[in-house]
């Protein structure tokens, strides 16, 4: 029985180790961050691509997210999206109608992460709608910022976001990234 209670111990201990040695990495790695994907919408017109991404208060429909709460409406409107138990505040800023627009994010419970992503729409080259998205955040904290450079696909929430946005409009989900 005490063979059992030292082996738990040591894997305990291990486990400590270990996220102090991930934390310590993480310390030295660059708070801020830039990854870039993009993706062609086939048959997709701009508009259409670029008011999906503008209506926040439909992405609990297409987007992963369980909630949307509209703070403040208008041009530039903020809201609460809620993801599981992560809570964010957003903000909707510079669109430029069918062309771009940014959406402004601050992790609103832990205050580990802030950012920006910036839709660009096009005409792509074969029709369609080609969207290059672009997330410029800072990860605050050490160890989420290791485990997301190092555990996790630090592109997984942009991946993710464009697959559901082409799922939304029955295309297929080819990601480049760049």
């Not at 400590?16 to 310590?24: C, G, S």
């Not at 994010?105 to 369609?128: C, L, M, N, Q, S």
Request: proline residues 4%; charged residues 25%; glycine residues 8%.
């Amino acid at each position: 029985m005490m063979i059992v209670l030292y082996a738990a111990l040591g894997v305990v201990v291990l486990f400590v180790i270990a996220l102090v040695l991930m934390a310590q990495m993480g310390k030295r790695m660059s708070p801020d961050h830039t990854h870039v994907c993009s993706i062609t919408l086939p048959g997709v017109k701009r508009e259409d691509a670029w008011r999906l991404a503008y209506d926040c208060a439909g992405w609990p429909v297409w987007a992963g997210v369980d909630r949307v709460d509209i703070l403040t409406e208008g041009r530039e409107p903020k809201w609460r999206m809620k993801m599981g138990r992560n809570s964010m505040l957003c903000q909707t800023k510079a669109p430029r109608e069918f062309e771009s627009l940014e959406v402004h994010v601050e992790d609103e419970r832990a205050k580990i992460f802030t950012g920006v992503w910036h839709y660009r729409f096009t005409d792509a080259p074969a029709g369609g709608t080609r969207l290059e998205l672009t997330e410029k955040g800072t990860i605050h904290a050490a160890l989420p910022r290791y485990m997301a450079r190092r555990l996790f696909d630090p592109k997984m929430y942009l991946k993710r976001h464009l697959r559901k946005m082409a799922g939304r409009f029955g295309a297929g989900a080819e990601i480049e990234e760049g």
